[in-house]
């Protein structure tokens, strides 16, 4: 199993802008998922991308994957107050465990 | 989508007490679980993988006597933290998948319980 590294490890931004969080990882992938917690909660995925994608969307939600650096990001477009919550990444190996790692703590001010 | 109810949501207890946590799949059969376990602002450390029918497969340095993890069916998981200490208060969520033998096929998510707030007094 392997850990996703986020960047940064907490944003703060204005409601209405965009806010993009980095994930890099160490070994070959077969997909990798991002996932969010809302305080005291448990984790909702948000999205999945194959390592033969390079870029999915999914609402205000736009993925990135670059294999060829091991990394990842993910876009919040037009962020809202309720876009407050942790994110995690998590790279997968085919058939293994999900392994989150530190996550990025987005806070968004209204 | 996929619901995972886990219950209770918070529980409080006596040092030395046992405290059983259940982690339920609504509407599929899930075949593996897992059961994490968070720290404040911090990341989730998966503790166990559940396998239904067969031994749970425990992390490095998680105590399998201390927690004992039971996945008797293909729909119930349940985490047993036998005599709590203050230490073992944290936030313990469970999650379900669909693979098999402890494993998750390519391109499949997880879905989590809400998580359960332990506190040992």
């Known amino acids: 199993s392997q850990q996703g590294e986020e960047d940064p490890q907490a944003l703060s931004i204005q409601e209405g802008e965009n806010a993009t969080m980095n994930c890099s990882y160490k070994t070959s992938i077969n997909n990798l998922q991002w996932y969010r917690q809302n305080s005291g909660r448990g984790l909702v995925h948000l999205i999945l991308?194959?390592?033969?994608?390079r870029e999915k969307h999914s609402g205000r939600l736009r993925v990135t994957l670059d294999t060829s650096k091991k990394s990842s990001s993910l876009l919040i477009t037009a962020s809202r107050a309720a876009d407050t919550a942790s994110y995690f990444c998590a790279p997968m190996e085919y058939g293994n465990k999900l392994v989150f790692g530190a996550g990025t703590i987005l806070r968004v001010k209204s | 989508g996929a619901v995972v109810s886990q219950h209770p949501s918070r529980v409080i207890c006596k040092s030395g007490t046992s405290v059983k946590i259940e982690c339920r799949s609504l509407d599929f059969q899930a075949t593996t679980m897992f059961w994490y376990r968070q720290f404040p602002k911090q990341s989730l450390m998966l503790m166990a993988t559940s396998n239904e029918g067969s031994k749970a497969t425990y992390e490095q340095g998680v105590e399998k006597d201390k927690f004992l993890i039971n996945h008797a069916s293909l729909t119930l998981s349940t985490l047993t933290v036998t005599s709590a200490h203050p230490e073992d208060s944290s936030f313990y969520i469970c999650?379900?998948?669909?693979?098999?033998?402890?494993?998750?096929?390519?391109?499949?998510?997880?879905?989590f319980g809400s998580g359960t707030q332990l506190s040992v007094l």
């Open positions: 999650s379900a998948g669909r693979g098999t033998a402890g494993h998750l096929p390519t391109n499949e998510k997880l879905f």
């Open positions: 991308i194959r390592s033969n994608e």
